[in-house]
């Protein structure tokens, strides 16, 4: 598998995956923006017992909720409130078997113009005995894996799974992926 895009390893900090993903592809546009002022302006969901740089928080005890919990259409609005030009379209897990999740994965994650966010369950996906919410960002297919970004706060870096197993993870979830694009491609 080749990647056409070059991501710069960002390392999230806790609950901010997907603040820390949005910093990635942003700055491979080369805007500069921390993933801390994206999460202020996104929310967070922080666990009871959370003293972070983040202040605006909800707290819970649902370790599945903690993170960015992304309403619809709040990434286009943040993009047009901070004056990016890229857009994006959610598809829903229940929008797509896994032929389909296959076939938007390699049209996508293959466009210089495009990136390709999945939001799953890391928990079932690693094996864990708790189910815990997170994105990363998808580099492309090859064979019956998928290749992914990473940003941690755990472990972050290259991860290779296999598909079917990242697709059934995203259901668990009831998660999806996220497409962004340049506005001048969308």
Request: hydrophobic share 40%; aromatic share 14%.
């Amino acid at each position: 598998m080749s990647i056409l895009k070059a991501y710069k390893k960002i390392i999230a900090g806790d609950f901010l995956c997907v603040p820390a993903c949005l910093e990635v592809i942003l700055q491979r546009y080369n805007f500069s923006i921390s993933q801390y002022v994206i999460a202020e302006y996104l929310g967070l969901y922080v666990p009871i017992d959370y003293c972070g740089p983040v202040r605006n928080v909800r707290r819970t005890n649902n370790r599945i909720e903690w993170g960015v919990q992304l309403q619809l259409e709040s990434l286009n609005k943040f993009f047009i409130d901070f004056s990016f030009p890229l857009q994006e379209k959610y598809i829903h897990h229940k929008q797509m078997d896994e032929v389909l999740f296959d076939e938007i994965i390699t049209n996508n994650s293959n466009r210089i113009d495009t990136d390709v966010i999945c939001g799953f369950d890391y928990g079932i996906l690693n094996n864990f005995e708790y189910g815990s919410g997170h994105v990363s960002l998808v580099l492309g297919l090859e064979n019956d894996c998928i290749f992914t970004f990473d940003p941690g706060p755990k472990d972050p870096g290259i991860k290779k799974y296999l598909t079917y197993e990242m697709y059934l993870s995203m259901k668990k979830k009831n998660d999806g992926l996220w497409i962004i694009k340049m506005n001048n491609y969308v």
